[in-house]
C-alpha cells in the first residue's frame, strides 16, 4: 500500500498541497492532471522526500514516514522503496547507457560491477535498447535518453515508480516509443505515479486520474469517466481549455 496522509505544503504564504490524503494501489497507474501551479509535481516529490511536506505522513508498506519527525535513515529507506524518472532526463554524460543504469546498482545497491552490468542489461532490454547499451547520451534521441531513464529507475526495483512529465521534454514523433514503453511497464503490473499535461497520454496509460486545483483533488476518476460528461464543471473547463491549446476549438465532452 501506499498512502499519503494530510500532506501540507506550502512556499511562504503560498499554499501548494492543502492537507491531502491518498491512497494509490499496487499494480495501478495514476495520472496526475491539472493546470500549472495546481501542485502536482510537488506532490509527485513529496511522496519520496525531494520536496519535504511541512506536515503529514507517508506510507509505503510498513514503512510510515512523519514530515515532521522523519530521520535520515527513514527518508533514506522511503527513496529505497521509490525511483524517479525526471522531465530531462539527467543521464551522466560520460557514461554510457549501460553505465548509467548500472551505477545505481553499484553504488546504492552495492552490487559487484559483474552482477549491474548483467541486471542493467536486462532493463535496457526491458525498455527496447539492449542495442544501445555502449552509446553515449548525446548519441541518443531525446525518446532513447528517456527510455534508458525509466531503465534506471526500474533497476532500483522501486514499490512505485515516479514519473515527472516523462514526454514534455520530447518532440512530438518521439512520444509514442515512450509510451509504448511505460504501457509495457504498467502490464508488467508496476506500480506508477506520473505527471502529466498530455491528455491523450493520460487517457492511454492511466487507470485512475486525480485532478488537482489549489493544492486539492477535485475529482478523482477512471479515464472513461474523467473524459465523459460527469465530471465536474471546473475539470471540464480544463479539458476544453486544452483542447483549445491543442488547436481543437470543437472538442465536447
Known sequence: MIALEHIYKSYGDRVILDDLSLEFA???????????????????????????????????????????????????????????????????????ALENVAEGLRVVRKMSSREAESEARQHLDRVGLASHSGHYPAQLSGGQQQRVGIARALAMRPRVLLLDEPTSALDPELVGEVLATIRGIAADGQTMVIVSHEMNFVRQVADRVLFLEHGKVLDDASPAEFFGPKVQARTRAFLHEYHLSRGNPDYQI
Open 26 to 96: 499496487g499494480g495501478q497507474t495514476t495520472a496526475l492532471v491539472g493546470s500549472s501551479g495546481a501542485g502536482k509535481s510537488t506532490l509527485l516529490r513529496c511522496i519520496d522526500f525531494l520536496e519535504r511536506p511541512d506536515s503529514g505522513r507517508v506510507v509505503i508498506d510498513d514503512l510510515s514516514v512523519d514530515a515532521k519527525h522523519a530521520h535520515k535513515r527513514e527518508v533514506l529507506e522511503l527513496r529505497r522503496r521509490t525511483a524517479m524518472v525526471f522531465q530531462q532526463f539527467h543521464l551522466f554524460s560520460r557514461k554510457t
